[in-house]
């Protein structure tokens, strides 16, 4: 069974759209892509230099646009039929209803914009960040991050979990650290997926309240506990209230060895989920995409789903 995967923010890199612009059609749908977002996703994607593109409100609908372009140029169209599920990280998830049907690319897209906007407002009111906390037992990572008053906001691994809060918070964490563990600043502003992103919450529901959204045609998993959504409504909601909820990647991979996925495929622009599975699914193959040149290779795993 093969997973194709959509990785989240912190992904981006400058530079990240140019060589798929190069793959014939790829043009035309990242400018019909830029006209959902509101934003032009070509020049984001090729000249912006990293400040502009770690801009939540830029990051969000850059990712998903890289994602699904690479999901075309991989599997020629959508919704990914040869796929045996599908999931994203964070605003991944965005990406993931576009592989699995559930939304347009242009409305994920769309919907992706909107979602960095209100978020990047959300992270404006009150300075908060973002650290990772690599290795220690999970009950005692669990434990310094409540005592410093972060909250967990995303659970990659058993070796893994981002941490959330407002600068002390995030400084208390790092001198008291859990045994066993290293507390890594991430450059991000905000405090994703945690309460602080609540005033963003009401105005995303009213946004995708326009939507119509469509069953999956392929297994698609959630961020919330792992568990594969058969209905397109509860595909959106999920998307409003993980907002302020972790992303549980750990219970996504666990669901992925439950189901028996024997291949794996990280959309561009990938990398961090792929090395997430190759600790944690020992011994599956994952491929990452970066560019158009990993495409043969990653055809090759696609080839053998069928």
Same mark, same amino acid.
């Given at each position: 069974?093969?997973?194709?995967?959509?990785? &989240?923010?912190?992904?981006?890199?400058? *530079?990240?759209?140019?060589?798929?612009?190069?793959?014939?059609?790829?043009?035309? +749908?990242?400018?019909?892509?830029?006209?959902?977002?509101?934003?032009?996703?070509?020049?984001?994607?090729?000249? @912006?230099?990293?400040?502009?593109?770690?801009?939540?409100?830029?990051?969000?609908? +850059?990712?998903?646009?890289?994602?699904?372009?690479?999901?075309?140029?991989?599997?020629?169209?959508?919704?990914?039929?040869?796929?045996?599920?599908?999931? *994203?990280?964070?605003?991944?998830?965005?990406?993931?209803?576009?592989?699995?049907?559930?939304?347009?690319?242009?409305?994920?897209?769309?919907?992706?914009?909107?979602?960095?906007?209100?978020?990047?407002?959300?992270?404006?009111?009150?300075?908060? &960040?973002?650290?990772?906390?690599? &290795? *220690? %037992?999970?009950?005692?990572?669990?434990?310094?991050?409540?005592?410093?008053?972060? @909250?967990?906001?995303?659970?990659?691994?058993?070796?893994?979990?981002?941490?959330?809060?407002? #600068?002390?918070?995030?400084?208390?964490?790092?001198?008291?650290? !859990?045994?066993?563990?290293?507390?890594? !600043?991430?450059?991000?502003? *905000?405090? $994703?997926?945690?309460?602080?992103?609540?005033?963003?919450?009401?105005? $995303?529901?009213?946004?995708?309240?326009?939507?119509?959204?469509?069953?999956?045609?392929? !297994?698609?998993?959630?961020?919330?506990?792992?568990?594969?959504?058969?209905?397109?409504?509860?595909?959106?909601?999920?998307?409003?209230?993980?907002?302020?909820?972790?992303?549980?990647?750990?219970?996504?991979?666990?669901?992925?060895?439950?189901?028996?996925?024997?291949?794996?495929?990280?959309?561009?622009?990938?990398?961090?989920?792929?090395? +997430?599975? %190759?600790?944690?699914?020992?011994?599956?193959?994952?491929?990452?995409?970066?560019? #158009?040149?990993?495409?043969?290779?990653?055809?090759?795993?696609?080839?053998?789903?069928?």
């Amino acid at each position: 069974m093969l997973a194709i995967l959509a990785p &989240g923010q912190g992904s981006q890199t400058p *530079g990240m759209l140019e060589p798929w612009l190069e793959v014939p059609g790829l043009a035309e +749908l990242i400018e019909s892509l830029s006209d959902a977002a509101g934003l032009d996703l070509a020049a984001l994607g090729t000249t @912006a230099d990293a400040e502009t593109i770690t801009d939540t409100a830029h990051a969000q609908p +850059l990712i998903v646009t890289s994602a699904i372009a690479s999901a075309i140029a991989l599997c020629d169209a959508l919704p990914v039929t040869r796929a045996g599920v599908v999931a *994203g990280h964070s605003v991944g998830e965005l990406a993931a209803l576009a592989l699995a049907g559930v939304l347009t690319p242009q409305d994920a897209v769309r919907l992706a914009a909107r979602r960095g906007a209100l978020m990047a407002e959300a992270a404006a009111l009150i300075p908060t &960040g973002m650290s990772a906390v690599v &290795g *220690g %037992k999970r009950e005692e990572v669990l434990e310094a991050i409540a005592a410093s008053g972060c @909250a967990p906001a995303n659970v990659n691994s058993a070796q893994q979990v981002v941490a959330a809060g407002t #600068p002390e918070q995030l400084i208390h964490l790092a001198e008291h650290p !859990p045994a066993r563990a290293r507390v890594i !600043p991430l450059s991000v502003a *905000g405090a $994703f997926h945690t309460a602080h992103m609540s005033p963003a919450q009401e105005p $995303f529901r009213d946004v995708t309240a326009r939507l119509t959204p469509h069953d999956p045609a392929v !297994p698609l998993l959630s961020n919330r506990e792992g568990a594969v959504v058969a209905n397109g409504p509860d595909a959106v909601a999920r998307l409003v209230t993980q907002l302020t909820s972790p992303v549980r990647w750990d219970l996504c991979m666990d669901r992925m060895r439950g189901l028996g996925v024997t291949r794996i495929i990280e959309l561009a622009p990938g990398g961090v989920l792929t090395g +997430l599975a %190759k600790r944690e699914l020992r011994g599956i193959p994952a491929i990452a995409i970066t560019s #158009p040149e990993d495409l043969p290779t990653a055809r090759e795993l696609l080839e053998e789903a069928v």
